[in-house]
């Protein structure tokens, strides 16, 4: 006993390494827990307003589609038959030119569609920079945590276990 350090009541005392590690793993899993809570919450709020925002140009898009099914061949029709009476082409000329006039017309109006769908691609981008922030922090809190200070051995020889 006499070759034993004692400590007077002055020292603060150390806490224990197993504790220590306890009390930032639980902390950590915390913090954790709350951005995963937080990053789900912003996933939703973002494919909530992706879909409001996607909605107009979606209709668009639909009714180009719908048009170039439903009211254009009438109008083709009309067409190929006014070519067949104003020109010297035959009827079968005239239909083809129609068609033509008709995937063109479909084109436009579903190339239009699309880059207006493009232009508004950016629907989780709040999410994915928020992810990259919070993986960020998780890596910059795992490498504190992974160099957190040893404790120093005389307090460990010092330290009295019940």
Do not use: Y
């Not at 902390?27 to 107009?56: I, N, P, Y």
């Not at 254009?72 to 009476?85: F, H, M, Q, R, S």
């Amino acid at each position: 006993m006499v070759d034993q350090t004692h400590m007077n009541g002055s020292a603060p005392r150390a806490e224990a390494p197993p504790r220590a590690v306890a009390r930032s793993t639980g902390e950590l899993l915390e913090d954790l827990l709350t951005l995963g809570e937080l990053q789900v919450r912003l996933l939703a709020v973002d494919a909530q307003q992706g879909v409001a925002r996607l909605a107009m140009p979606a209709l668009c898009f639909a009714a180009g589609l719908l048009l170039a099914v439903g009211c254009i061949p009438v109008g083709l029709a009309a067409l190929a038959l006014w070519i067949d009476e104003t020109t010297t082409l035959s009827l079968a000329q005239s239909l083809g030119v129609s068609l033509l006039a008709g995937v063109v017309l479909a084109a436009i109006l579903l190339a239009g569609g699309w880059a207006a769908f493009r232009r508004r691609c950016d629907l989780f981008a709040r999410s994915r920079e928020e992810w990259r922030q919070n993986a960020g922090w998780v890596r910059s809190a795992l490498k504190r945590f992974g160099k957190t200070p040893r404790m120093p051995d005389e307090a460990r020889t010092t330290t009295n276990f019940p």
